[in-house]
């Protein structure tokens, strides 16, 4: 009988602990250096969303937030270094679309997007700019397309890369008009942007805060953006659906993830400074200047989401034929 006391008072021992263990564990997190690997080169969206969210949490916890650019591999590179890393807290993944693009290009990962990765918030929607270098003579999609048609197979377009949203985009785009474009892939998007504002290739469907600032520049010409909605960075600039193509939408996501089995304490810790910061109306207005829409949830939606975009994508890759192995 004593055994048996002793037993169970040694289960409730334990369950205390744990019990304390969870809210202790969010306390003392961070007590070092950050890290947000970028699996893309820098310039990017991805990278000016990280750049901007890190500064923010370091200036807040009194700790050093690294980004850390791992292109390369269609951003599998980055998400594998995350994935291998301890669940702890101090190394988080800025997951793109592509995150949740790459299950349906490669045959074989050596992660799964859903499993693999512990979701703390989405950070910002986003979408392409259908841009064309000026010295091309159009001003509308229907100028763009007619134009095409002449020259099949003598337009070419950038992207950040085989398999990219820009180039899955791109390819629903060539779908929808019946225009023969020639898929030029870059390294990142920064690359894919520099021969475009050289004149190297025609046209792009780059992401808005990489587009954004080139076209208020004007160095790039901006056509449509593919979103539902027009962005506030230029309302001026119609829809894919309003430019002559109903029902065309491909929005874009950015988020911060880590690796899975992070502690659900520091998990919480991460979403609502995040969301804080995200939620600053300084922040906001620096989002929406890069044609990024602010946009934050809890963990499980997220999870929610990722998930859900994982499927989307997949019938948009089917669609397209894209493949990169």
């Known amino acids: 009988m004593r055994k048996a006391c002793n037993w169970v008072k040694r289960v409730i021992a334990c369950a205390a602990a744990v019990t ?23 310039g990017g969206t991805s990278d000016i969303l990280a ?12 700790q050093p937030v690294i980004v850390d650019n791992r292109p390369g591999a269609g951003a599998n590179i980055g998400a594998e270094i995350v994935v291998k890393s301890p669940p702890d807290g101090y190394t988080l ?4 679309t592509i995150h949740t693009i790459n299950p349906s290009l490669y045959r074989k990962l050596a992660y ?44 070419h377009y950038s992207s ?27 390294k990142g998007a920064p690359p894919a942007m520099n ?17 954004v600032p080139q076209v208020k520049n004007g160095k790039l010409r901006a056509l449509a953006v593919s979103t539902a909605k027009r962005i506030a960075a230029l309302p001026e600039v119609p829809t894919l659906d309003e430019s002559g193509l109903p029902g065309f939408e491909a929005s874009g996501s950015n988020g911060l993830v880590g690796p899975a ?45 990722i998930k859900a975009d994982v499927a989307k994508w997949a019938k948009a890759v089917k669609d397209s034929g894209a493949r990169v192995d």
């Open 261 to 305: 089995g992070m502690p659900p304490a520091v998990v919480e810790k991460l979403n609502a400074a995040v969301v804080r910061i995200v939620k600053e109306p300084a922040m906001q207005k620096f989002l929406s200047e890069q044609g990024a829409e602010p946009y934050t949830n809890t963990p499980a939606e997220y999870a929610a989401y």
């Open 51 to 62: 750049r901007a969210v890190g500064q923010k949490l370091s200036e807040e916890w009194k």
């Open 112 to 155: 799964d997007p859903v499993r693999d990765f512990s979701p703390i918030t989405l950070i910002a929607l986003t979408s392409q700019v259908l841009v064309v270098h000026p010295s091309l003579p159009v001003k509308t999609v229907k100028e763009l397309v007619a134009y095409a048609r002449k020259r099949p197979g003598q337009i």
């Open 93 to 96: 993944l800025l997951a793109s």
């Open 20 to 42: 304390v263990a969870a809210p202790a564990v969010a306390q003392v997190y961070p007590s070092k250096a950050i890290r947000i690997v970028v699996p893309f080169p820098a």
């Open 195 to 211: 021969d475009l504002l050289a004149g190297h290739v025609a046209l792009s469907f780059a992401t808005s805060p990489s587009a």
């Open 160 to 186: 950040a890369g085989n398999g990219s949203q820009p180039h899955l985009t791109a390819e629903l785009f060539k779908s929808r008009t019946g225009i023969d474009l020639v898929h030029v892939p870059y």
